[in-house]
């Protein structure tokens, strides 16, 4: 079945590091990649996404590209905040259900300090 | 704004109990979800509506029902609350994306 993994946190950097959260897929046919984030207290938001191989999806100077080849989703960004710190979950929906169910990785909690 | 409430954000009850948690939305999409989440183990799908009075299984039912009489509303039931469902439940709903609410944050003791 269809299925999402993550890299497991808590990743920890300072201000303005480099960040790549890494995720990866198994799915039947071409799914629908997503980055949501959940910061403390509130629920997901979705932060990005990409619908087809090569899409590179961008929001809020985060980036990730649907690699088909790699069925991987990887989040990075080239700079990060503290402002930044939050829980990452990486999802797909292969949308043959018609329903837009999403399939969701275990999450990544990222904490950034100044 | 799409915006999805949650009738609460903290609830204690006792194992035994009936619990209800509400979930309304004010985009009029047809699809909605009920989740919860649990540390390691991200999301977990437990039940979803795509129309009034019409559900699904996800995959996690065990212990839960859910209704849907009117199309902005999902209610998420636990019959019978017991301890191994404390946890935080997330509700959606669907248009081409998932939109969330809050959270409600379930104690069972």
């Known amino acids: 079945g269809n299925s999402v993994t993550q890299m497991e946190g808590p990743v920890t950097l300072s201000e303005e590091a480099f960040l790549t959260i890494n995720c990866t897929y198994t799915?039947?046919?071409?799914?629908?990649l997503f980055w949501y984030v959940q910061y403390p207290g509130e629920g997901l938001q979705l932060l990005l996404k990409?619908?087809?191989?090569?899409d590179k999806g961008s929001n809020k100077g985060f980036e990730a590209t649907y690699r088909k080849e790699t069925t991987s989703f990887h989040l990075e960004k080239g700079s990060v905040q503290v402002s930044d710190s939050a829980v990452y979950f990486c999802a797909l929906s292969d949308g043959t259900d018609g329903y837009n169910k999403l399939i969701f990785g275990a999450g990544t909690r990222l904490a950034v300090h100044p | 704004d799409v915006k999805v409430t949650q009738s609460s954000r903290y609830l204690v009850k006792r194992t035994g109990e009936k619990v209800f948690l509400e979930c309304v939305q004010d985009?009029?999409?047809?699809?909605m979800f009920w989740y919860r989440q649990d540390p390691g183990l991200g999301l977990r799908l437990i039940y979803f509506s795509y129309d009034v009075k019409m559900k699904e299984k996800g995959d996690i039912p065990e212990g839960y029902s859910v209704s849907r009489e009117k199309k902005e509303r999902f209610s998420l039931i636990l019959e019978s609350a017991s301890t191994n469902q404390t946890s935080m439940y997330l509700c959606a709903s669907s248009g081409l994306e998932q939109y969330f609410g809050p959270g409600t944050r379930l104690t069972v003791t």
């Open positions: 799915a039947t046919g071409y799914p629908s």
């Open positions: 985009m009029d999409h047809e699809n």
């Open positions: 990409a619908t087809k191989a090569d």
